[in-house]
């Protein structure tokens, strides 16, 4: 349990109190960095061969190695073609393959569909065998 204010200590309201700040900070992004940029951050990365070079280049540009090596290998593999892919969803299918997978999935629907016709079609003859054997017992 908090102790009370001591009656000699002065609360004034526009005296600063500890209270977190309610102001809303923006949200981080993730960083970006054109094809231009890792071309030059690549070849800066290559000159580098003195002790320590290559870390001071790292902490400028704000990077780690291991984007630096997936660059590399990006740029050896496609060339600047490589340099330039994006995170993300892939390209959405053209409206030829959205039809195509619309179809499919109405067939299926429709054979399943066919599939329950059939049962209970089968289901309705047997139905009907034990009627007609029920009426000659019957007669």
Same mark, same amino acid.
């Given at each position: 349990m908090p102790k009370p204010l001591a009656p000699s200590t002065p609360v004034s309201p526009a005296a600063p109190t500890d209270v977190a700040s309610t102001e809303v900070r923006p949200k981080a992004r993730r960083r970006t960095f054109s094809t *231009?940029?890792?071309l030059r951050i690549l070849r800066a990365a290559d000159k580098c061969i003195g002790r320590g070079e290559l870390g001071a280049?790292? !902490?400028r540009e704000g990077i780690y190695h291991s984007m630096l090596d997936r660059w590399r290998k990006q740029f050896a593999e496609q060339g600047e073609q490589g340099l330039q892919?994006? *995170?993300g969803p892939k390209s959405a299918a053209?409206?030829?393959e959205k039809e195509i997978q619309r179809l499919s999935r109405e067939l299926?629907? !429709?054979d399943a569909e066919i599939g329950r016709l059939h049962e209970l079609l089968a289901l309705q003859k047997k139905v009907?065998?034990?009627v007609d054997a029920a009426q000659k017992l019957v007669h």
């Open positions: *231009r940029d890792k280049l790292l !902490r892919r994006r *995170r053209s409206p030829q299926q629907q !429709r009907l065998a034990l």
